[in-house]
């Protein structure tokens, strides 16, 4: 029996950041993302980011922003974790970094 091929190791991750990090604007951002992610994942994504930023703004409850964006309860607990506990801090950097250049 042949072994599945898995390619989601440190090394594929590696190579999409980079890839990533290789893109010059918004509009090249949206054609990889459009040909990387399906029409779902993309919706998915993106609706994160809403919770992130729903719950950067401190102004409704997690029940409130489910309401608002459609996203489960759960997704909106696991997003406001990330935001408040886990060690990446992924969310915070961006919104943070945002905020900023908006002032700017």
């Known amino acids: 029996m042949r072994k599945p091929v898995r390619n989601d190791g440190p090394e594929e991750r590696s190579k999409l950041i980079e890839a990533l990090l290789s893109l010059k604007d918004e509009g090249e951002m949206d054609r990889f993302l459009t040909d990387l992610c399906t029409p779902g994942e993309l919706s998915t994504l993106a609706e994160r980011w809403r919770v992130a930023r729903l719950l950067d703004e401190n102004q409704l409850t ?5 309401e608002k964006t459609g996203a489960s309860t759960a997704t909106v607990t ?9 060690p990446a801090q992924g969310y915070r950097l961006v919104l943070d ?3 900023k250049n908006a002032n700017v």
């Open 97 to 99: 970094r945002m905020k």
């Open 62 to 66: 997690y029940r409130q922003i489910s």
């Open 78 to 86: 696991r997003v406001a974790r990330f935001l408040s506990q886990e």
